[in-house]
């Protein structure tokens, strides 16, 4: 009876309290796990991003007659970017071409675009009422940015999906951790790179002069190609000139 009482008295006993200690290591443990897996996905997708802007640029310098061949087009770009940080794991790129039609940019560290799947769910769709493909579900969130990679380089390219909306980036765009928590057409820099897609799609033949009653951010779609309008509009709207004119309120949406 008495060696029970003074046994209640003592507390945790050693043995308690190396399993107490043990348990919560454990339990950091995981924690820590996921957050590493977390880290490392982000940057693989990231990289991945950087690498797909990079291919589409290329494609198409190398399509409108700026450079000869996609190899002399990649190792042009390459020499625009090299002060930049593309891949947040410190990989170096490397274009390969195997001669049965697969192009492609290796990272050294993340591989080539088929060895990461950035599940991006949203690949694949297309802008509602075009044929226009949504080429990124992803904008990064400010938490994805540490470390060594506050960066993230943007190219103008297709449409993507943020919250629901649609936009589309009208030119090159370097993400902050700032830029973004504001989401695009956010706070911090409203309306610089991106335009919100209002879903309003018109349709333009040769004959018309001009389009009127539109607003910012409504499409076009001219020839075959599709283009945003993106100057001021009016409570009513505006009117604006045939993408043909080479008039700047036009942003022609990169196939
Ligand atoms: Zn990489």
């Known amino acids: 009876m008495k060696h029970k009482k003074v046994k209640n008295n003592q507390g945790f006993s050693l043995v308690e309290l190396i399993i107490v ?11 820590a796990a996921a957050y590493v897996k977390h880290l490392k996905e982000a940057r693989a997708a990231v990289c991945l991003e950087n690498r797909d802007r990079l291919y589409k640029e290329m494609n198409a310098k190398y399509a ?4 000869d061949s996609l190899k002399e087009a990649y190792n042009k ?9 593309l891949c947040p794991s410190k990989g170096t790129y490397s274009w390969e071409a195997n001669g049965d039609g697969i192009n492609q940019i290796v990272c050294s560290v993340h591989g080539a675009p ?3 799947d950035n599940g991006n769910k949203d690949s694949g769709k297309t802008f509602p009422g075009t044929d226009l493909a949504i080429n990124s579900g992803v904008w990064p969130k400010s938490e994805d940015f540490k470390d060594n990679y506050e960066e993230i380089l943007y190219h103008p390219s297709g449409i993507f999906e943020y919250e629901g909306s649609y936009y ?4 090159d765009l370097t993400l902050t951790r700032e830029r973004a928590a504001s989401g695009p057409g956010g706070e911090v ?5 991106t ?5 309003k799609i018109y349709e333009m033949t040769d004959d018309d002069e001009r389009i009127s009653g539109i607003k910012r951010g409504d499409l076009v779609k001219y020839k075959d190609s599709y283009y ?8 009513e709207g505006t009117w604006a000139p045939n993408p043909n004119t080479g008039s700047n309120v036009w942003y022609k949406i990169p196939k």
Do not use: C, H, Q
């Open 64 to 67: 409108d007659g700026t450079y």
């Open 114 to 116: 088929s060895d990461t």
């Open 21 to 31: 200690i043990a348990i919560l290591a454990i339990l950091a443990g995981f924690l």
């Open 168 to 171: 589309v980036i009208t030119k």
């Open 189 to 193: 820099y409203p309306w610089t790179s």
């Open 77 to 85: 770009l390459m020499e625009n970017y090299k002060n930049r940080k």
């Open 195 to 199: 335009e919100k897609l209002t879903g």
């Open 228 to 235: 945003v309008y993106n100057s001021g509009d009016g409570p």
